[in-house]
């Protein structure tokens, strides 16, 4: 029984740990105090609280952060983990405050933000058409397809869909490699060596670096795009919308290519013409 | 100015003679050795006097040799007869060079000192000797960038000697290392290059060991030597140029010495002074030395392409894994480096890298391949072997081998490995950390800086265009990543390097001109330990003991309990004891082999702890049986004999010392019980401030004063018994550990280091009760004993 009590009293291993941790950080917070014997020493010299040493400029005031890493996450894993929950939370204080208000602007709301993603999926429909009457006229055209175009060189009206394309590939590409060891599934034959860039790919044994540059930020890399895309999502279909008429008579909304400039029997430009 | 180099007696270690010496006979000697007579600055009187009878001492020394000692002056007289100190030309430096004879000992040069000429001449300094030696002459100070591989450590110094001349004058050129090691294998390198024999005109000194002589103009030594120098010789008297290289390492004596040396060179405006970096952030020295001149040579390198992981890594140690493995099986020929942080990880690494290559070369998907692990506490023959080719194809026309090197970061700077073409870099090192306020002074994993990384991509180009791989995003690199690794000086206890500065005479602590000066809280504590240690007054003035404790190259704890040990009849082991702990690790703990190892460590443990078990070992280490084979034996024992063979060197220079101060070494009867008793006592001389007590009756500990709650570390041999115990280490890991203990009684502390036990002085709390307790029953029976 006396043991029992014992046992029951003694802190658990992970309390225990907690609590040495706790000690410690709040130590680590605490400055060393006027009564230490070496400020005493320190003031002989005109050292006075807050002080720095030596004669430097921007001299230290407070000792360098003990960092225990407990793990073996890579750089700028924790700061990212930090990133998301810091994003979650904000999207929970969000709709919180949300429910919170009056239920005639919460309708409002919805309206809009369901508008919004009509035109988001008008957008993306009409960046569709557009490649594919781009594409089918260049191909009448007998010109390059856009499959094998640099990215830049496409209309920047419909470039985020080639971008999105290559990104999925290299996600796949990425995910296929990871999937099988390295060990299984290098080439086993000798003749690998003289092997070409095709087969390897049909093979599941594309080896490519799979480090790229697509991370980088769209900013450096894409200004022209990065700039389209930050446009208002109805000033980007407006623009689609034009683009379609002008270049291929085409109407999303009545959803026609029209024989010639006129456009006869297209109400107009916009959705709400076609009410 | 007494510049005369004074002869040194066979003891060359110890400073203090020949500082002593200086006025003495040291000026006599010079002048009687016809090898030193050239150094009479008046080189028109043409002392070749040679006598034939020897002066003093000498023609014992150097007798058998007189007769080349003719030929000797005069052609070394020939070679730089015309050159005028501080006004000579690379054209005559070369001519001087191109011999025959060597021109510094007149000697006839080898023929393999003329195959290393001719590729010395093709190192890039070589090229600027003429626009160095211009700023040598001109400037006292000059800072000089040379990246790796630009051969500034080899050549500089011997670009000063030519104009220096450092022998005519009785003194020499130093060039400090960072580390031991550097410092000898670059001394040995220089003594090839200039066809003389390591430890005569050319030699290095490092921490327990002193390879110079009489002849030494040259002299590579550790930045702590010369530091330890300087408290002898305020002033460096002995040197005409000091070259501090490595600069860029901002190691702890490195920053002490150019605060030092700011000063000196306004006492000495004929001492010169070069600073040395590796990387081109050298604005900085530039700035603290009062905007002294720069010069810059390129290295000879290769452009290296940088590579980021898309995404942070969850585990940085399987994604270098990975990483290796995929350049191994994609990428062109070259060899790789891989950097992890510590023993046990890369040991762990370079297994698995290992069957994992297997498995390719099994499978033909790749060649053949090498790993090779790479970190300080590796005996030096394992760490020869990074340098062995890679290995070639399985057969003829197959695929190529590779070798790979997974590494500290010791290979970031300071060792060159010709062949590596892809670098990986998960960013992480292990570095010292300390903080004055927990007082933990630890080694933690922690992310490098850009400068580092920009280091260890660096060494992708040395053979060729390479590739650095780092295991992170660039978004990290940018953000997280600070500029510049935090010197040395902000991440360390201070203690010793007080006690130095206040031997070297720096009164004012608080307004040292340090380049980063540390946080105040750390020159308190500093201050603080040594006030308690006694070595420093309440006024912060150096003590008798404390000038003392100076004496030692030893953490002053460690100094204290040595010089204090007589008075516990001790003296004797508290010098083996001192010298254990002053070398890495003596117990190995293979991780194939752990429980033998655990069970040959237990034949000399000691219930009352690791120090006295620790003594076990090197008194069983010096028994008749264990030196008839000592490497054999410590084979079989776990025990690692090249730390026993150290800590066997370091006693007998230990020794030295305080048979130099007097200090008696003797020891209490092993037969008398009191024996390891007296060893604990004065363990707790120099240790009372590393002391923690046990909570109840639980495992955890609570050190003493900073109430910090800490295990026992799982190494220890110590029973859980014990109530108060000394430590050598507080251990910062995912849990707090000391390490290294021995148990103690509270009524030693209260009696050996009263001034730190002031009952008043401590926290309510557990310790203080305890202590109050024992106060009072140690007051009860001063009183019965009074009565009686």
């Known amino acids: 029984m006396k043991m029992g009590e014992a046992k029951a009293r003694q802190k658990s291993k992970a309390e225990r740990e907690a609590e040495a941790e706790a000690v410690r950080e709040a130590s680590l917070a605490t400055a060393l105090p006027e009564t230490n014997k070496g400020f005493k020493m320190m003031a002989k010299f005109g050292f006075k609280q807050g002080d720095t040493l030596g004669k430097a400029e921007n001299a230290r005031k407070e000792p360098i952060q003990v960092n225990v890493k407990e793990d073996r996450s890579g750089i700028g894993l924790e700061s990212e983990k930090k990133r998301k929950l810091r994003e979650a939370w904000d999207e929970a204080a969000r709709v919180a405050k949300r429910s919170k208000e009056e239920e005639g602007d919460y309708l409002e709301d919805r309206k809009q933000q369901q508008k919004e993603k009509k035109m988001e999926r008008d957008l993306d429909s009409a960046q569709r058409t557009a490649e594919r009457l781009f594409e089918k006229e260049a191909e009448e055209m007998a010109g390059p397809s856009s499959e094998e175009k640099p990215l830049k060189d496409i209309n920047v009206l419909w470039r985020i869909r080639a971008r999105r394309r290559v990104e999925k590939e290299h996600d796949r590409r990425q995910r296929r490699e990871l999937e099988n060891s390295l060990a299984s599934r290098l080439p086993t034959l000798a003749q690998d060596q003289e092997e070409d860039t095709d087969t390897k790919i049909a093979a599941g044994r594309d080896v490519a670096p799979f480090y790229t540059s697509l991370e980088n930020d769209l900013e450096d890399e894409d200004p022209e795009l990065a700039e389209f895309e930050a446009l208002p999502v109805a000033e980007r279909l407006q623009k689609l919308l034009v683009f379609l008429r002008e270049q291929y008579k085409y109407c999303l909304y009545c959803g026609y290519q029209y024989p010639d400039a006129n456009m006869e029997g297209c109400p107009g430009i916009t959705e709400e013409d076609h009410d | ?220 030594m550790t930045d702590g030597m010369l530091l330890r120098e300087a408290m002898h010789d305020n002033n460096l008297t002995r040197y005409s140029t000091i070259i501090l290289d490595e600069a860029h390492e901002r190691t702890l004596a490195t920053d002490i010495l150019m605060g030092l040396l700011k000063e000196v060179v306004l006492r000495r405006k004929d001492l010169k002074l070069i600073i040395m970096s590796a990387t081109l952030d050298a604005t900085k020295f530039q700035k603290y030395f009062h905007n002294a001149p720069l010069l810059a040579v390129p290295g000879r390198t290769h452009p290296v392409e940088i590579f980021y992981t898309p995404a942070p890594e969850r585990d940085y140690v399987e994604a270098s894994l990975r990483t290796v493995l995929q350049i191994h099986a994609t990428e062109d020929e070259g060899d790789i480096l891989l950097f992890l942080t510590g023993e046990e990880e890369i040991e762990d690494a370079c297994r698995k890298i290992n069957l994992e290559a297997q498995d390719l070369v099994r499978e033909d998907a790749a060649g053949p391949l090498v790993v090779y692990p790479l970190y300080g506490t590796l005996p030096p023959a394992q760490q020869q072997k990074i340098f062995s080719p890679a290995p070639p194809p399985t057969r003829p026309g197959g695929r190529p081998g590779r070798k790979v090197i997974v590494s500290t970061n010791i290979a970031e700077t300071s060792l060159t490995i010709d062949g590596i073409v892809y670098v990986v870099d998960p960013g992480f090192s292990k570095q010292k950390v300390y903080n004055p306020r927990i007082r933990v002074e630890s080694l933690l994993v922690s992310p490098i800086s850009k400068a580092s990384a920009q280091q260890r991509a660096g060494r992708a180009g040395r053979t060729r265009p390479g590739k650095c791989f780092r295991l992170y995003t660039e978004q990290a690199f940018k953000k997280e990543l600070i500029e510049q690794t935090y010197p040395e000086v902000l991440r360390s206890n201070l203690a010793s390097t007080v006690l130095e500065l206040k031997k070297l005479g720096v009164e004012d602590l608080v307004h040292f001109d340090l380049m980063d000066p540390p946080a105040p809280e750390t020159l308190m504590r500093a201050l603080e330990e040594l006030n308690y240690l006694a070595c420093l007054d309440d006024e912060g003035e150096l003590t008798v003991l404390g000038s003392l404790a100076s004496q030692f190259p030893l953490d002053p704890a460690l100094a204290v309990m040595l010089i204090t040990s007589p008075e516990f009849y001790c003296s004797n082991e508290i010098l083996s004891l001192t010298a254990l702990l002053s070398v890495p690790q003596i117990f190995v703990r293979p991780a194939a082999n752990r429980k033998r190892a655990d069970e040959m460590k237990d034949l000399f443990a000691h219930p009352d702890g690791d120090h006295l078990t620790m003594l076990n070992v090197y008194h069983a280490f010096k028994s008749e049986e264990a030196q008839a084979n000592p490497k054999q034996w410590c084979h079989d024992h776990f025990l690692s004999y090249r730390a026993l063979q150290q800590a066997d060197n370091v006693r007998m220079q230990l020794k030295r010392i305080m048979e130099r101060e007097e200090l008696e070494l003797m020891s209490t009867s092993f037969e008398n019980k009191k024996y390891y008793e007296n060893i604990r006592r004065a363990l707790v001389a120099g240790f009372f401030m590393q002391v923690a007590k046990r909570e109840g009756n639980g495992k955890t500990y609570t050190t003493v004063k900073d109430e910090q709650n800490v295990l026992l570390h799982p190494s220890t041999v110590l029973g859980q018994d014990s109530e108060w115990v000394v430590y050598n280490e507080f251990v910062l890991t995912t849990k707090n550990y000391i390490r290294t203990v021995t148990s103690v009684k509270a009524e030693w502390l209260l009696d050996i280091a009263p001034n730190y036990y002031d009952i008043a002085s401590f926290k309510k709390g557990e310790i203080r009760t305890a202590l109050q307790r024992v106060a009072t029953k140690i007051q009860r029976k001063e009183q019965e004993k009074g009565k009686r």
Request: net charge neutral.
């Open chain 2, 1 to 220: 100015m007494a510049s005369k180099r004074e002869l040194t007696s066979e003891d060359g270690n110890s400073s203090t003679k020949r500082a002593k010496m200086e006025n003495g006979n040291g000026k006599q000697d010079a002048g009687g050795n016809p090898y030193l007579a050239h150094w009479n600055d008046d080189s028109n009187s043409k002392p070749l006097r040679v006598d034939p009878n020897g002066t003093s001492g000498w023609s014992t020394l150097y007798g058998g040799i007189a007769l080349t000692n003719n030929r000797i002056e005069a052609n070394s007289a020939d070679a730089l007869y015309n050159f005028k100190r501080h006004a000579t030309t690379s054209k005559q430096a070369s001519a001087a060079e191109d011999g025959p004879l060597n021109p510094f000992t007149g000697k006839s040069l080898s023929n393999r000192y003329m195959g290393i000429l001719k590729k010395r001449r093709d190192l890039p300094v070589h090229k600027q000797r003429d626009e160095f030696l211009k700023l040598y002459q001109e400037s006292q100070i000059l800072v000089f960038v040379g990246e790796t591989g630009s051969g500034k450590t080899t050549q500089i110094p011997q670009f000063v000697l030519f104009d220096d001349m450092p022998h005519k004058s009785a003194q020499m050129v130093a060039c400090t290392q960072p580390r031991r090691v550097a410092a000898m294998s670059v001394a040995q390198r220089v003594a090839e290059e200039m066809d003389v024999e390591l430890g005569e005109e050319v030699g290095y000194s490092i921490r327990f060991e002193d390879k110079t002589g009489p002849n030494t103009m040259l002299k590579y």
